[in-house]
């Protein structure tokens, strides 16, 4: 018998200004819509999480644990938007300033129950998890538009004023409960019974009003972004489990029947889906070894998705939920294998990951021209895949394993469908990585000098002339020197270069970091040191996000050249 308890405190707060200049491009049949967004943000949070963990064996074999935990999160987020949007011959200048200030409490537990019998491989465990998250948001958001002809920026309507507050409330709670029994068939084989009996509720209140003017207060109810909404979805699987041990490979099967029943007030959905695992894992030898494993995973969509209503809080983009939605199904195969040849160290590392979602959630974008944004609604496609292929080669080009080079190749492929106006839309995006890595370790030297290059496509089936293709540029250098009195140099330079995104992105940085410290006292255990980041100030901040009939480019601010006295002292104890 005995008990174990653990619990932790933390403790965060954070307070980030950030200034970002964005493009998004949407592309649609006949035109692409251009949004430009200049925005700064203040935003700070202060976050608390507490830990609890009980473990307690009742009796030989017989076990319980309780694990809850509690997390509490306020934030506030400011952010001032300059931006201008272009659809064909009609450019939208505007200025929005928003202040988002709210409240996260989110609550779990785990209970769980297990019992070993006398003979060996007779398991019965019962686990009980709940959770529950709660979060209340005010949101205030003041819009300024003007409409003008793109071609000669004349006016063509009057100044548009939008002034809201949305009260935002929404309560997610997540109940399960498993029963899982094992049993040996004989001495290598085992069979499992599980069942599991789950319930989710998702409700969302959006309360929207408009500014009044007379009464200096948000006390106009708008109906048009207000919506209530409840979504729940009742799940109960069966499943058997099968698991054999080997002398050199040991496979496991999984076959779970999993029903659920989808419902909230516009639409009760029911579903049926047989979802199966496999992995077989074979040893060659010690250091030879290769799996193939294959997962299937039901994926329910998200409140956000489903909600109906419109959200009005983004100047270029309105999202309404779509209650209709269906989970999707995923079929993921994963295979690998690594080889390290002591004789001659060298290691090889070869791994590839294949996936196909069914009635995969994307979003369907239009082009509203009353509002002039993008309407967004979520909807089941028929397919998308992802696939990536990743090896590694390592050996050494020195003696005595002082020198060594790595020698890496990645390949990616996301091919996804969503709907742009209405019409199908085939997105594929391929990236391809080729690294190199060279280590070498010396008596009071070491350095690592590595390269890289990335190249990326982005392609539509809908407008070939928005596809895209750029490359990324990356070598660096990092070395370190011991000098006499146990004096430490050193320096790290990185190149990075970005080529093809287009003026504004295509970007060269150079940053180099020098440090100088000593160690002191006995065994080594104190350092003082000084160092200066980004010497010569070069740091920039890009980064370009692909996402469905879309793709945007950032700039944005991040850390540049500063300077740093420290003072580290390092405690090792051995008993």
Not at 535 to 546: E, H, V, Y
Request: aromatic residues 12%; contains cysteine.
């Amino acid at each position: 018998k005995g008990t174990d308890l653990n619990f932790s405190y933390d403790l965060d707060y954070a307070d980030q200004r950030l200034t970002k200049t964005a493009e998004t491009k949407t592309v649609y049949d006949s035109f692409t819509q251009v949004n430009l967004n200049n925005s700064v943000t203040r935003d700070l949070r202060n976050s608390r999480r507490f830990n609890f963990m009980l473990h307690s064996t009742l009796a030989p074999g017989v076990s319980v644990k309780v694990q809850p935990s509690f997390s509490l999160n306020d934030y506030q987020n400011k952010m001032v938007t300059d931006y201008h949007n272009t659809a064909g011959s009609l450019l939208i200048n505007g200025n929005q300033d928003q202040n988002r200030i709210g409240k996260t409490p989110v609550g779990s537990n785990t209970l769980q129950f297990s019992k070993k019998f006398k003979k060996v491989g007779r398991t019965l465990s019962v686990n009980v998890v709940s959770s529950i998250n709660n979060a209340n948001e005010s949101f205030y958001t003041i819009r300024n538009e003007e409409l003008k002809n793109a071609d000669d920026h004349s006016r063509s309507s009057d100044l548009e004023v939008v002034n809201q507050q949305l009260l935002y409330a929404e309560k997610r709670l997540n109940n399960s409960a498993t029963i899982l029994y094992t049993e040996p068939i004989s001495n290598n084989n085992l069979i499992g019974f599980v069942y599991t009996n789950g319930y989710s509720s998702s409700i969302g209140n959006r309360f929207t009003s408009d500014f009044n003017p007379l009464t200096n207060n948000y006390d106009l109810a708008n109906e048009q972004f207000t919506s209530l909404f409840k979504n729940e979805a009742f799940v109960q699987l069966t499943g058997l489990n099968f698991a054999r041990s080997g002398g050199k490979y040991n496979f496991q099967l999984n076959v779970n029947a999993q029903f659920t029943n989808q419902k909230n007030r516009i639409k009760n959905q029911k579903f049926f889906n047989i979802v199966p695992d496999a992995e077989l894992s074979l040893h060659f030898t010690e250091s030879k070894r290769m799996s193939i494993r294959y997962d299937g995973k039901v994926n329910q969509p998200d409140l956000s998705q489903v909600q109906p209503g419109t959200d009005n809080t983004d100047n270029n983009n309105q999202q309404f939920g779509n209650a209709a939605l269906k989970p999707s199904y995923t079929h993921g195969i994963n295979m690998s294998f690594n080889n390290f040849i002591a004789a001659g160290n060298r290691v090889v590392f070869l791994n590839a990951n294949f996936s196909r979602t069914g009635e995969n959630i994307v979003p369907s974008v239009s082009y509203d021209t009353t509002s002039r944004k993008n309407l967004i609604q979520f909807v089941n496609a028929k397919r998308s895949y992802s696939g990536m292929i990743s090896g590694l080669y390592g050996f050494p080009i020195a003696g005595n394993n002082k020198l060594n080079l790595n020698i890496g190749l990645n390949t990616l492929l996301n091919s996804m469908s969503s709907f742009s106006n209405g019409q199908d839309n085939r997105i594929n995006n391929w990236v391809i990585n080729n690294n190199y890595r060279l280590n070498g370790h010396f008596d009071d030297f070491d350095v690592n000098i590595n390269a890289a290059l990335t190249y990326n496509i982005l392609t539509y089936s809908i407008r070939n002339d928005n596809n895209q293709q750029y490359l990324n540029y990356m070598a660096g250098v990092d070395a370190s020197y011991l000098f006499p009195e146990n004096i430490r140099f050193t320096a790290d330079l990185n190149y990075n270069k970005t080529d093809g995104v287009g003026e504004g992105y295509d970007i060269t940085v150079i940053p180099v970091n020098l440090s100088l410290g000593k160690q002191f006292l006995k065994s080594k255990a104190a350092m003082v040191s000084f160092c200066v980041k980004d010497l010569f100030d070069q740091n920039k901040g890009i980064a370009i996000n692909t996402n469905a009939n879309s793709v945007t480019h950032t700039n944005f601010n991040v850390l540049g050249r500063y300077f740093m006295l420290s003072l580290s002292y390092s405690i090792n104890r051995f008993s």
